[in-house]
């Protein structure tokens, strides 16, 4: 089993920025491709960013690419996010997920197995 918790949301400015970070615990996802998705209100939830188990490779949603940036710290079991000129659609829950399978990411949901409670993120104009 693993558990995934997300922390670093909060309320900032437009063009401001946030780091989120997602603690592994239970299991290492050293081996995992690691995803962020978000969900808006009354939308559903959309891929953000993906990196490979190796961190060798990323994959971003293009209304982020260019402004977020996905890592991750294998020996600490940590994930991160670092949100960039952040806009007001930026506003939503963040949830961080492990694949399926080792080895694999990407950036839709089914590839996903294992989900955190999700942090608020919230930019105001």
């Known amino acids: 089993q693993v558990t995934l918790v997300e922390s670093g949301g909060g309320l900032v400015q437009a063009g401001g920025s946030l780091r989120l970070s997602c603690a592994a615990s239970g299991r290492s996802v050293s081996t995992y491709g690691m995803g962020w998705f978000r969900q808006a209100p009354r939308k559903e939830r959309e891929f953000v960013a993906a990196?490979?188990?190796?961190?060798?490779?990323?994959y971003y949603a293009d209304s982020v690419r260019g402004r977020f940036a996905i890592s991750r710290d294998n020996a600490e079991n940590m994930v991160y996010l670092q949100m960039n000129s952040l806009k007001p659609e930026d506003t939503a829950v963040y949830y961080c997920?492990?694949?399926?399978?080792?080895?694999?990411?990407?950036?839709?949901?089914?590839?996903?197995?294992?989900w955190g409670q999700g942090t608020q993120v919230t930019v105001s104009s």
């Open positions: 990196i490979s188990w190796s961190g060798d490779n990323t």
């Open positions: 997920a492990r694949s399926i399978r080792a080895y694999s990411s990407g950036s839709f949901e089914h590839l996903y197995q294992y």
